[in-house]
């Protein structure tokens, strides 16, 4: 009973640094979403996608880049790392209607140095 | 644009006080309602949700009820337990959106 599955949990890079979050879901949802969680900020929405080949902008998309070949991954790329990019990261995958919740995977923790 | 308001923690409570954690939501639309709680060094995991007017979401003896002409969906727990310490979020979705959060609140209960 997977779920929404994360890797890695944490990582440290240094600025320029590139690298790319891994996300899975075995749920066959149509729905998966990246958020970063800041201190006293809740979460904020970076892309998410509505069905694979469909990618769309959040709320803070800057400095990321996603694709969605397939229906089960979702990877979050960081092009050139800058230390506000420091973060938790979250994945989270929903059946497209609006009143089903989403569930998210565990997370991973992204220092930036 | 949506948005969601939550009451600023942290919120100190002792064991088997009621808890009361206040959230207010703007929307365009009519959102489903839902609150997520989080354990130190986990996830995101829903606790209960309402997807219209009146409705009462509960789980785990909490409670929270969709409030359409205030805008509330405040959370209540008659009596809390020290492993409910965490930080609660109370977020929106409307239509094929991702979810909206508030800032979350956390809740430290003492023995």
């Known amino acids: 009973n997977a779920g929404v599955t994360q890797t890695p949990k944490f990582q440290v890079l240094k600025t320029g640094q590139s690298m790319t979050l891994q996300c899975a879901q075995d749920?066959?949802?149509?729905?998966m979403s990246w958020y970063r969680q800041d201190p006293g900020m809740g979460l904020r929405l970076i892309h998410y996608s509505v069905g694979a080949g469909i990618t769309d902008q959040g709320e803070v998309p800057n400095g990321y880049n996603v694709s969605r070949s397939t229906t089960e991954d979702f990877p979050l790329r960081l092009l050139s790392a800058a230390p506000s990019q420091t973060s938790v990261y979250f994945c989270?995958?929903?059946?497209?209607?609006?009143?089903?919740?989403?569930?998210f995977g565990d997370g991973t923790r992204l220092s930036i140095l | 644009g949506n948005s969601v308001t939550q009451m600023e923690g942290p919120v100190t409570l002792s064991e088997e006080a009621f808890l009361t954690i206040n959230c207010t939501y703007t929307?365009?639309?009519?959102?489903?309602l839902f609150w997520y709680v989080q354990y130190p060094g986990e996830g995101l995991q829903l606790l209960l949700k309402a997807t219209k007017a009146d409705d009462k979401g509960s789980n785990k003896g909490f409670e929270a009820t969709y409030r359409k002409e205030t805008t509330s969906f405040h959370l209540e727990k008659g009596s809390v337990q020290v492993s409910d310490s965490a930080v609660y979020f109370c977020a929106l979705r409307e239509g094929r959106r991702a979810l909206t959060f508030g800032s979350g609140t956390r809740l430290q209960v003492q023995p």
């Open positions: 989270a995958s929903s059946e497209g209607v609006g009143n089903q919740p989403q569930h």
């Open positions: 929307a365009t639309g009519y959102p489903s």
């Open positions: 749920m066959n949802h149509e729905y």
